[in-house]
């Protein structure tokens, strides 16, 4: 290392420079599985998580100019919608190399309307960059990523970007970390300067100061010595830093209790193993549109994220509840799980992370899942939209294959004759709904094939035909997550349609726990159908329809209960009389009766829907709405009308936070029904200065009046629907 100020390196497609290398713990030949990355970059809406996956790119010669997310040019943002609006909304994967490490990258999205995106890229991800504006910190959307990646045990690097921007501050950026959600930051970078003064970045690991150069677009960098003025607040930070992984590292601990300096690769093996183990968070810094931090944000990636052999292990379970484990190696029998699927006329693009095993060309796979077995057409490593065809995916892998028919996403693909399942992805329920109308005879016949097509891709978008009105309705995550949908139908499919209001997707649940049955016995000559499901429904607190098989003494014969619950589950998606999704019920099949010669699948299939429908009759439904957790900021002075216009909306009110400068922040949960144009009565209380953010949280029992409003409009509809056939 030279101290000179003499540019050290040129990173230009990552060139001369060393790889890092994680220790191994075995001799030999070290597997390539850990020069192995799959990582994703989340945060909240426009805090630059594109920016810097373009700028990861570039850097890594995976690209050789940048796009930007404001001028439609984004490399990740491929599809047509995303380039107009400048957002992002799905996730895009791709892959480079740095300093020796391959890395499997996914770009997710930041609106709270494609939380989803998210949800299924973290599942499969072994390590995850989540970014902070610096001038915010940690936003709403920051926390729901947060939670996420929480609860797939993601290991996570902290980015605070934008710090040339106004009102950038470091401190307050990781204290926001701290108190508001709860996790161990520990600072690795300190900036030299901020907002309009920021002009370089301090290593506390390597105890150096780095310049980018920006003539090189950031490509060529100087390490110099710590400015003198910054020495004292170099160390103490260090100290701390020490301090926070030494309980992770006898060797660090040891120095730190004695007084001795800790060399710098002894504390980056901390840092790992603290890292990985998801006790910290490293926080870097750094403005990726200046091109600042990236390069040492990507040598932390291969430092301090976990490849796939020292993720968390690879269990599933077997058909009959077995635990299984999986080694991830080429070796081993196949695992993989299909977390994404791009609908096309052609045959679909199924995403899957490969866990064990190979996922091979013209091989044939078992879809453990659903019971079915899969030929696998081309195998492809995926650069946005653009495809490489490869022979196969290996161990620790994410690619997409072509030519599978069953599969969907959350499903799990294995061999037959060693068969797990994966645990699979739960995704929110949706919460508006809209009336879409074909405009002509031609655009009603390809309407149902678009819809069934765009619910393939997106497991938070549904469409249903109202037997009573004939409407066509569909329902998503928000207004933004249909407008694009919609959006999608007129420009991809060449469908014009007619949009109705939107209107909230209510939901129901039983009264109180309730036993019933369901009798499905004809005999009109020859064969019949005899089935006979009794079972048990009781409300649960987890938004979920739950079904227990607790059959005993071959009441029902076990090829059946598949049939009883596919029926049970097929009616409370029905909705009943007011056709709203019923949730929050654990359904127990415990008994039963069946014909040696009329029973059958059918049969039994009635008879489930037939038993949950007599089950509604005897409790009685109660009516959900859902709930949103919200944010809304406005000056002080304002902060009276805001609270006024939040408690008139039916609004829990749950703190009232002070923001930047005079800002206050107002957070609770209120219901969506009350929200629709909310916008213009929050800018005309705060004269323009006001803004807020939702996003889905709960379904709770809604109150007697909107229960009876919510009716009368049921029936108006079914009205009208009536007069109009």
Request: with cysteine; net charge negative.
């Amino acid at each position: 290392m030279t101290n000179d100020g003499a540019v050290l390196s040129s990173l230009i497609n990552g060139a001369d420079r060393t790889a890092i290398r994680v220790p191994t713990p075995a001799a030999g030949d070290r597997p390539a599985i850990l020069d192995l990355r799959n990582y994703g970059v989340m945060a909240h809406i426009d805090a630059g998580k594109t920016t810097i996956s373009e700028r990861i790119l570039f850097y890594s010669g995976r690209i050789h100019r940048t796009g930007e997310v404001h001028d439609g040019e984004a490399t990740l943002d491929y599809m047509e919608e995303e380039r107009q609006r400048g957002i992002t909304i799905t996730s895009a994967a791709t892959q480079c190399s740095w300093r020796g490490v391959r890395m499997n990258l996914i770009d997710t999205p930041g609106h709270v309307d494609f939380t989803a995106e998210v949800e299924r890229s973290l599942r499969v991800l072994d390590g995850a960059i989540c970014v902070f504006d610096g001038g915010n910190g940690v936003e709403p959307q920051s926390e729901t990523v947060w939670r996420q990646a929480d609860r797939y045990r993601v290991p996570r690097l902290c980015f605070v970007n934008k710090m040339d921007r106004v009102g950038a501050s470091f401190q307050m950026s990781v204290d926001s970390i701290v108190t508001k959600l709860g996790a161990r930051a520990i600072p690795l970078q300190l900036p030299i300067g901020e907002e309009k003064e920021f002009r370089g970045i301090i290593d506390l690991v390597e105890q150096v100061a780095v310049y980018h150069d920006e003539a090189s677009d950031g490509r060529l960098f100087v390490e110099e010595p710590v400015p003198e003025e910054l020495c004292d607040t170099t160390h103490e930070a260090r100290q701390k830093l020490i301090e926070a992984v030494a309980d992770h590292d006898e060797d660090v601990l040891t120095l730190f209790l004695e007084g001795g300096e800790v060399p710098a690769e002894l504390l980056h093996r901390a840092i790992r193993r603290a890292t990985v183990g998801g006790t910290v968070f490293p926080v870097l810094l750094g403005s990726a549109l200046k091109n600042r931090g990236i390069q040492q944000l990507l040598d932390a990636v291969c430092r301090y994220l976990p490849s796939p052999i020292e993720a968390h292990p690879i269990s599933g379970r077997t058909r009959g509840g077995e635990e299984v484990i999986r080694q991830p190696q080429d070796g081993e029998p196949l695992s993989g799980l299909a977390f994404k699927t791009i609908a096309d006329k052609n045959g679909d693009l199924t995403f899957v992370r490969v866990y064990s095993g190979s996922l091979r060309r013209g091989e044939e796979v078992y879809n453990s899942t659903r019971r079915k077995r899969e030929r696998i057409g081309r195998v492809l490593l995926m650069h946005a939209n653009e495809r490489e065809e490869v022979t196969a995916l290996g161990a620790g892998q994410i690619g997409a294959v072509l030519g599978l028919k069953e599969t969907v996403t959350g499903d799990t693909l294995c061999e037959r004759s060693s068969e797990i399942l994966l645990e699979s992805i739960r995704f929110p329920e949706t919460v508006l709904a809209l009336s879409v109308a074909p405009r002509s005879r031609a655009d009603r016949d390809k309407l149902a094939e678009a819809l069934s097509r765009l619910a393939k891709e997106d497991p938070t978008f549904h469409h249903r035909t109202d037997d009573e009105t004939s409407e066509t309705v569909i329902a998503g995550m928000g207004e933004l997550h249909l407008e694009i949908l919609v959006s999608r139908l007129r420009r991809e499919y060449g469908i014009q349609v007619d949009v109705g209001a939107p209107r909230v997707a209510y939901r129901q649940t039983l009264a109180r726990a309730v036993d019933a049955e369901g009798r499905h016995i004809k005999q009109s000559g020859g064969r019949g159908q005899y089935g006979v499901a009794r079972i048990r429904v009781a409300p649960i607190p987890e938004p979920v329809i739950e079904f227990v098989d607790d059959v005993r003494g071959g009441t029902i014969p076990r090829e059946y209960i598949p049939a009883v619950e596919d029926g049970i589950r097929r009616a409370a998606q029905e909705g009943g009389k007011l056709g709203f999704p019923f949730l929050n019920l654990r359904i127990t099949l415990h008994d039963g009766q069946y014909h040696e010669v009329d029973s059958s699948e059918i049969a039994f299939q009635t008879a489930g829907w037939l038993a949950f429908r007599n089950a509604v009759e005897a409790s009685g439904a109660v009516l959900l709405e859902p709930k949103m957790r919200f944010e809304a900021r406005a000056p002080e002075q304002y902060i009276s009308d805001v609270l006024g216009s939040l408690n008139a909306r039916r609004a829990e009110i749950e703190s009232l936070e002070a923001g930047s400068g005079d800002v206050k922040v107002v957070k609770g949960r209120v219901p969506l029904a009350e929200m629709f144009n909310y916008t213009t009565v929050l800018r005309s209380a705060t004269q323009g200065r006001g803004a807020y953010t939702m996003e889905p949280c709960e379904y709770t029992p809604a109150p007697r009046e909107v229960s009876e409003r919510v009716r009368r409009e049921v029936e108006q509809r079914k009205a009208e629907g009536n007069g109009r056939s």
